[in-house]
């Protein structure tokens, strides 16, 4: 997790489409009362970003203990300080 411009970030490199690898990262605003998701294409899709506001309270982290990856808990952790992340388990 980073502070970019006053904004809590926390990035991370994806898979999405067989071997191409995005980096996606999520910005929360200091007001807590804006978040921005960003997509930004690398290799073959440099150049390409999706980004889009989503309304507070909209971003929902999980773990699943079995498949507990090497840095997962602790990704999770920073995520679940971030201000207005609610966990999946509450809407199951």
């Known amino acids: 997790m980073d502070t970019i411009i006053g904004q809590r970030v926390v990035k991370l490199l994806v ?9 996606v990262s999520l910005a929360t605003a200091p007001d807590h009362f804006g978040q921005r998701l ?3 294409g690398r290799g073959e899709y440099s150049g390409f970003s999706l980004a889009c506001m989503l309304p507070p ?3 929902m ?4 203990p079995s498949a507990v990856g090497h840095r997962a ?9 971030m201000p207005n992340v609610v966990e999946r388990r509450h809407f199951r």
């Open 15 to 23: 898979a999405m489409t067989g071997k191409a690898k995005f980096f």
């Open 38 to 40: 960003t997509i930004d």
């Open 57 to 59: 309270r909209t971003v």
């Open 61 to 64: 982290i999980d773990l699943h």
């Open 73 to 81: 808990d602790l990704l999770y952790a920073a995520c679940k300080a």
